[in-house]
């Protein structure tokens, strides 16, 4: 595509605010499975083939390694010695012998060592990905493509990919992408929780991204979750104007969270250990609205960590908040992070299983440990400790946290509101709980019905949803009635837009990566309440994610230029 | 077929920088080695996927084996190899 073509618009949807101006550089996809269809020119040329794209990768992966130098070359010489493995070689000649291609011995060759790696488990298992990484170098040189894998340029770039996966992003040089543009993913993928993580301007799951090819034009805007292939330039023009007012914005000071009319609303953290605690501190968190207890129990093994090991990390924890609110939620598992002292029976479905709450009044002894060493940690510090319950789903359920909590010595206890059921009676859930916290990931996965691990459900999981908005609206209404706090716990939060129409719609604090707390921050300092009420109501009229998204998007440009 | 036993010392078993270095000494050798884990089929020592396929971590004990004019250097060589740390 050339710029002479027309401008022509692609949607998605857009993680956080940013937007970009690049050249489209693509992450190929992953190979298709060779064709067991017998080789056409017999073993010995299929041999011939074979030994020449062995030497060539092998000696590819060396070079790569030379330059890379440090831990990335040693990891690289293994993955050369592979392409010369003898055994593998000797496996690789009995397929073709047997009449199959080049291509089908070596993906069949390279198969057999990748399941007994996996079946090793642990670390081995971990090395199966640098095997398939060396295979589809030989099957790409076999068959003439480009390898796949990270692209490198020395120019920046806006890589489009189908979806990123933990191990391209780890080789990911983010000095060079502009944006990211994915064809997959919703905004709970990979690819966007990077986007968050690291600021990256990102459009996830754009039809039509597929057909996007390198050394095109685009205009990336996260804000509308568009994506402006070979934009005009005028296109380009308003594009650079939104982006510096952008910048200027971006500098508001670190301080308190506040709308314009000067209502507060603190802004926290979401931190999964106490490794995070000076970045989120750094970023001006005013406390910690989400802390994970997932990885004490993850890391204990084969039993849940004593009270004493508990209470360690808290202290920890609470040390680095003095004088501000922690909130931690009790340990969330169940069959979909399955721990062997819990619960690890096998579900068909375990998003709708025995997990949260639910996985702990079955082995209660294990929350009674946890709310005990809490309470001890708190008792010995002057932050100040809230406590929740992941996936409550009834009233009765409530009750009986919080009635555990405060026999345990737990001042403050709340449940997070993840299931419709608890969004719908949240008048009655904020009658027995002190304070209400959404996590919104789960809480758009229930309500529309979309396994948020499932990338053909993924444009579904899309929190800006009218369903999923008034849900939260029933939370922030009980939580004013009550007079109870009402938190934001999930990525949407994080997302500058959204956590207006969020605080719109009656929450009273946003927790989020302390890198998202910057950009939420100065959003909020462009709407006053009554605005950010306004904005909600028009999200609540739309029809889908996407029309509550337009709607709010113009309603901003519209109150901006009155 | 003369044969020694060694125990792995490097603390992540066999795997990329201690299996680079133990394969390079292989190839050096004039003769074929073969490596095994307890009970299990002798395999190419030169192959780095039979070594990661023995599983072998700290403290195990495999048995080496090789046949012919310098067999047994061969093996005092690799089995010093083997029980040093070479991940250190």
């Known amino acids: ?562 | 077929m003369p044969s020694v036993d060694a125990t792995i010392a490097s603390s992540a078993g066999l795997h990329a920088r201690p299996a680079s270095i133990f394969i390079d000494a292989v190839k050096k050798q004039s003769v074929p080695v073969t490596i095994a884990k307890g009970d299990g089929r002798p395999a190419d020592a030169s192959s780095i996927l039979s070594l990661m396929a023995l599983g072998a971590g700290k403290g195990d004990v495999v048995t080496l084996a090789a046949e012919g004019e310098g067999a047994d250097e061969a093996l005092a060589e690799l089995k010093a190899l083997l029980e040093t740390d070479l991940d250190a």
């Open chain 1, 1 to 562: 595509m050339t710029a002479t073509e027309q401008s022509q618009t692609l949607v998605g949807i857009g993680v956080g605010r940013g937007i970009a101006i690049g050249r489209v550089l693509r992450m190929p996809d992953p190979l298709p499975e060779p064709a067991t269809t017998p080789s056409t020119i017999g073993p010995d040329s299929e041999r011939d083939r074979v030994t020449a794209a062995l030497q060539a990768t092998g000696a590819d992966i060396r070079e790569r390694g030379e330059r890379a130098g440090g831990k990335a070359q040693e990891v690289l010489e293994a993955q050369a010695l592979m392409a010369d493995d003898p055994t593998l070689r000797s496996e690789i000649d009995t397929r073709i012998d047997n009449g199959a291609t080049a291509e089908r011995a070596v993906h069949e060759a390279f198969g057999g060592f990748r399941d007994m790696l996996v079946g090793l488990g642990g670390y081995m298992a971990e090395r199966a990905a640098d095997l398939d990484d060396v295979a589809q170098r030989i099957i790409a040189r076999l068959s003439g493509v480009a390898a796949p894998g990270v692209p490198e340029s020395d120019e920046p770039f806006v890589l489009v990919a189908r979806d990123l996966a933990p191990a391209d992003t780890a080789l990911l040089d983010l000095d060079k992408v502009l944006a990211l543009v994915t064809s997959d993913g919703g905004p709970t993928s990979h690819t966007a929780i990077l986007a968050r993580e690291k600021s990256i301007t990102a459009v996830v799951g754009v039809v039509g991204a597929r057909e996007l090819v390198d050394g095109t034009d685009v205009v990336v805007n996260a804000g509308s979750g568009e994506v402006v292939v070979a934009p005009s330039a005028d296109d380009v023009a308003r594009a650079e104007q939104a982006r510096a007012a952008q910048l200027n914005r971006a500098s508001v000071p670190i301080g308190p969270g506040q709308l314009a009319d000067g209502t507060a609303v603190p802004l926290l953290a979401n931190l999964g250990s106490t490794d995070g605690i000076e970045g989120a501190l750094a970023a001006g968190a005013e406390g910690v609205g989400l802390f994970r207890t997932e990885f004490l129990f993850l890391d204990a093994g084969s039993s849940a960590p004593t009270v004493a090991a508990q209470y360690a990390h808290y202290s920890k924890l609470l040390r680095g908040f003095s004088g501000k609110k922690v909130v931690v939620r009790a340990l969330d598992a169940g069959a979909d992070k399955p721990l062997p002292f819990l619960n690890d029976a096998h579900e068909e479905n375990p998003a709708l299983g025995l997990r949260g709450l639910r996985a702990l009044r079955a082995a209660e002894q294990i929350l009674r440990d946890q709310l005990t060493a809490l309470a001890r940690a708190a008792s010995e510090s002057d932050a100040d400790l809230w406590v929740m319950a992941p996936m409550v789903s009834t009233v009765e359920e409530t009750r009986y946290f919080v009635s555990l909590a405060r026999e345990l010595g737990i001042k403050t206890a709340g449940v997070m509101v993840e299931v419709p059921s608890s969004a719908l009676l949240a008048d009655r859930v904020l009658g027995e709980a002190d304070f209400a916290s959404i996590g919104t990931n789960d809480l758009t996965q229930y309500t529309l019905a979309a396994d948020r691990m499932l990338g053909s459900v993924s444009s579904f999981q899309d929190p800006w949803h009218p369903a999923v908005l008034r849900l939260v609206g029933e939370v922030g209404r009980a939580g004013s009635a009550h007079g109870k706090s009402v938190g934001i716990c999930g990525e949407a939060a994080a997302d500058p837009l959204l956590a207006v129409v969020l605080v719109g719609l009656g929450a009273t604090t946003l927790s989020m990566s302390p890198s998202a707390i910057a950009d939420v921050r100065a959003e909020l300092r462009q709407h006053t309440r009554e605005q950010a009420v306004q904005l909600a109501q028009a999200a609540l009229r739309a029809d889908d994610a996407r029309g509550a998204r337009d709607a709010v998007n113009s309603l901003v440009a519209e109150l901006a230029s009155s």
